[in-house]
Nanobody, 120 residues
Framework: QVQLQESGPGLVKPSQTLSLTCTVS??????????WSWIRQPPGKGLEWMGA???????YYTPSLKSRTSISRDTSKNQFTLQLSSVTPEDTAVYYC????????????WGQGTQVTVSS
């Protein structure tokens, strides 16, 4: 069974870049046909899909965050990463990585989530 684990700093200063890594075990991120997503949940709000990288390497972003978001992967480490630039306190959220059967849904496996707070 595939397992996902997020890692990264829990506190980021405003205007800096948030960087998170998702380490996958029990399955390869290049195995067809899955989509490896980043999803976040701000306090008191619903889940927001941020973007995904397909097993093929194609990358998708939600339009509202596209200008600030970069998703990449390291296949040798079976990891994929999220970078979110120019963060503000509104980017404070629990960040999840997940494996989906389609680009933006059918999530079959989730990481436990990691809290990221944007504050000076």
């Amino acid at each position: 069974q595939v397992q996902l684990q997020e890692s990264g700093p829990g506190l980021v200063k405003p205007s800096q870049t948030l960087s998170l890594t998702c380490t996958v075990s029990g399955g390869s991120i290049t195995t067809n046909y899955y989509y490896w997503s980043w999803i976040r949940q701000p306090p008191g709000k619903g889940l927001e899909w941020m973007g995904a990288i397909a097993s093929s390497g194609i990358i998708y972003y939600t339009p509202s965050l596209k200008s600030r978001t970069s998703i990449s992967r390291d296949t040798s480490k079976n990891q994929f990463t999220l970078q979110l630039s120019s963060v503000t306190p509104e980017d404070t959220a629990v960040y999840y990585c997940a494996r989906g059967e389609v680009v933006q849904g059918d999530f079959s496996s989730w990481g436990q989530g990691t809290q990221v707070t944007v504050s000076s």
